[in-house]
Structures are given as structure tokens and as C-alpha cells.
């Protein structure tokens, strides 16, 4: 392996143990609010680092990164679904873990529809985080209907809006960071954006 792809790997990991941090730092936070969202979810920005990936070393690093997480998250907060059947396990599996969080590391493909650089990263990072509400609200509706909660009777109106009451402030979170720190910073060369650079690279990603 060489050196670049080897530094690639490194910056990968550290990323994950960032978002693995700041996960817990989000559980840790909610279980102050332990009767908003009884059902799991809550505000987090631990999106952003594998996002960042996405946008510095591209959609395969991304992807692979991002499906790293995935597993880790079935490690660390694995809930098996009420259906005892080989579907909604796997159902289980894929919605609420590894597609829910491999998507994130597709970002830059999305940004990469935009000229402007700034719009792009706002919106890779944005779409990426209503992908896995997407992924949230299938599996909320098909696999964990028995536990509906808020006075409601119809199972996908409660899955949609519990997890667009947590997704839709991460996603927007998630963005204004984003945005903010590649305003900043050139997230493939990590230099410092300067006012001709600006102007130059304004319509590139």
C-alpha cells in the first residue's frame, strides 16, 4: 500500500472514532430527555465526519468508510426487530445500518451536480441525511409499527414524523457544519481557502 492510500486509510479511522465519539456524546445528552424520542433517535452531528470523507477523498473512500460505521453501529446498538423472521432481519439490518449509514459516504456524488462549490457541499450533505430518514421512516412503518407512540393510530404518519422530528434538525445541522468548515477549508488539500482561491475554485468541487 502506498503512502497516500495508507494516509487515506488513517484519516478514515480517525474520522470514525470521531463520529463514534460524538454519537455517544448525543446518547449521552438525550438520556437528559429521556420522553422525547422514547423510540430512539435524537440530535447528533455525528454525520459530519463521514460526510467530510465523502468530500475529501472522494465516494469510494466515502462509501467504504461509511459502511465501516455501519457495522460498528450494529455493534455498538444492535436491536433486534419484534418480527422473529429471516426478512425482517434483514430488513433490520439494511435499513437501520448499513444503508442508513453507507449513504452518507455518497455526498460529494450528489455535490458534484452543483457549480458552486459552497451549494454543493450544502447540499451532498443534506441529501445524504434525508436518504437514511428515508431508510428511518421504511423501517419505523415496517418493523417497528407495535411500538407507536404521540396519540397516533396510522403507522407510517407516526414513523414519518417521529423521524423527521430528529432527522430534518440533524440533517440541517449537519449541513451548516459542513458547509462552514469546507467554506473554510479545501477539504481534499485541507489548505486554508484564501480570496483569490475562493474566486478560483468557486465553480469546482
Known amino acids: ?24 456524546l448525543s446518547k449521552f445528552i438525550s438520556s437528559f430527555f429521556p420522553n422525547i424520542w422514547v423510540n430512539g433517535g435524537g440530535i447528533t452531528i455525528a454525520m459530519v ?7 475529501r477523498h472522494g465516494y469510494i473512500w466515502g462509501t467504504i468508510t461509511a459502511f465501516a460505521y455501519s457495522l460498528l453501529q450494529i455493534v455498538m446498538g444492535w436491536y433486534a426487530p419484534p418480527a422473529n423472521t429471516i426478512i425482517s432481519f434483514i430488513l433490520c439490518v439494511l435499513l437501520d445500518y448499513v444503508l442508513a449509514f453507507t449513504v452518507l459516504g455518497t455526498a460529494v456524488f450528489f455535490a458534484k451536480f452543483f457549480k458552486n462549490r459552497i451549494i454543493g457541499y450544502g447540499v451532498g450533505a443534506f441529501a445524504v441525511c434525508m436518504f437514511r430518514f428515508v431508510c428511518s421512516f421504511l423501517s419505523g412503518a415496517i418493523l417497528w409499527g407495535q411500538y407507536i407512540t ?5 403507522v407510517w404518519a407516526y414513523s414519518f414524523v417521529y423521524n423527521i422530528s430528529y432527522m430534518l434538525p440533524n440533517a440541517i445541522l449537519t449541513s451548516i457544519i459542513i458547509v462552514s468548515i469546507c467554506s473554510a477549508f479545501n477539504p481534499v488539500t485541507l489548505k486554508r481557502y484564501t480570496k483569490k482561491s475562493n474566486e478560483t475554485e468557486n465553480n469546482n468541487i
Not at 500500500?1 to 455517544?24: F, G, H, S
Not at 465526519?49 to 468530500?55: A, N, T
Not at 404521540?150 to 396510522?154: A, D, K, L, P, T
Request: with cysteine; proline share 3%.
Open 49 to 55: 465526519p463521514i460526510i467530510f470523507v465523502s468530500f
Open 150 to 154: 404521540w396519540g397516533f393510530e396510522n
Open 1 to 24: 500500500m502506498d503512502r497516500k492510500k495508507t494516509l487515506a486509510l488513517c484519516e478514515c479511522a480517525i474520522m470514525i472514532a470521531l463520529a463514534v465519539i460524538l454519537d455517544y
